[in-house]
């Protein structure tokens, strides 16, 4: 089992950043990807970012240039750096993990882009 908890959502103005982390834990040994997603209001969920436990990175080309996904395996952590955001950034971020070929996923943390 994996336990996933996210945190450092909130409000920023357009063009500004925030840092989202998500800490797993659980008898885990290796996560073979961890990842993020987003949802926002009326629309599906969708992939930002993903890594994994190679350090293989994937992003959606929407966020690509702006944000950032990285991880620390030793503390079971991985991060979120998100720059230069926009209104449409908006969304609940959850964070993703696959182990042993099951989806495991965070309750979310909501980021608001806004003047």
Known sequence: QVQLMESGGGLVQPGGSLRLSCAASGTIF??????WYRQAPGKQ?????TITSGGGLNYADSVK?????????????VYLQMNSLKPEDTAVYYCN???????????????????
């Open 30 to 35: 290796s996560i073979n990807v961890m990842g």
């Open 45 to 49: 969920r969708e992939l930002v970012a």
């Open 65 to 77: 240039g702006r944000f950032t996904i990285s991880a620390d395996n030793a503390k079971k952590m």
């Open 97 to 115: 993990a696959i182990y042993f070929a099951m989806d495991y996923w965070g309750k979310g943390t909501l980021v608001t882009v806004s003047s």
